[in-house]
C-alpha cells in the first residue's frame, strides 16, 4: 500500500501536482504508521544478520530507510537505526564499534558522485565482512557499485535477497 502511494506522490512532485507542504504532510502520517509499526516488532532474539541504517550528511529524506528498518526487523535481524544527516566520523565510530554484516544508505540529493566516493574512501572503512547497499540516486549508486562494490537495491523487493 504505501509504495504505491509513494511512487504516486513522487510522480505528483514532478508534475508539479503537489506542493511541498501536500507532500510533507502525507510522508509524516506515512512515518508514523512505519515507525509504529516497527516498535510493535521483537527485538531480534538470535541476531542472524546486524544492518546498520543512515543517510549520510546532507541527506533528510529517511522516508525509506524507515521502511527498510521495518522490512529488516520483520525477518528477525538485528538493526541499528542512525537516522538522518549522520556526520562521517559518527558513521566511522558506529561501524568500529557494531561491525555489522551490511551498512544500507539511500542517496535522494543531487551531489557529484566523484565527491561522495571521495568521501566514503576517506571516511569509511567497512572491512571485509561488512557490505555496502545503496540506493537512489543512479549516477551515484553506479559509482559507488563500481567502484567500491557495492550492492544498489532498486526496489524493496531487492531488499528480500539480503534477509
Not at 551490511?102 to 572491512?127: A, E, M, R
Not at 551515484?140 to 528480500?160: C, Q, R, W, Y
Request: glycine fraction near 4%; hydrophobic fraction near 40%.
Amino acid at each position: 500500500v504505501l509504495y504505491p502511494l509513494l511512487n504516486k506522490i513522487g510522480l505528483f512532485w514532478l508534475m508539479n501536482d503537489v506542493i511541498p507542504a501536500q507532500e510533507h504532510f502525507a510522508s509524516c502520517l506515512i512515518k508514523r504508521k512505519i515507525i509504529t509499526a516497527t516498535d510493535g516488532l521483537p527485538f531480534a532474539k538470535s541476531r542472524k544478520k546486524k544492518f546498520l541504517l543512515l543517510l549520510v550528511p546532507g541527506e533528510m529524506h529517511d522516508l525509506s530507510l524507515l521502511f527498510a528498518n521495518y522490512m529488516i526487523r520483520s525477518k528477525g535481524h538485528e538493526t541499528i537505526y542512525l537516522g538522518q544527516d549522520v556526520p562521517y566520523e559518527n558513521i566511522y565510530l558506529v561501524l568500529k564499534q557494531t561491525k555489522p554484516n551490511f551498512v544500507l544508505t539511500f542517496f535522494t540529493i543531487s551531489q557529484n558522485p566523484k565527491d561522495v566516493y571521495s568521501d566514503f574512501k576517506k571516511n569509511l572503512d567497512l572491512g571485509v565482512n561488512t557490505k555496502l547497499l545503496i540506493s537512489g540516486q543512479s549516477d551515484i549508486t553506479e559509482h559507488l557499485k563500481n567502484k567500491f562494490g557495492a550492492s544498489v537495491v532498486l526496489h524493496p523487493k531487492d531488499m528480500l535477497n539480503y534477509l
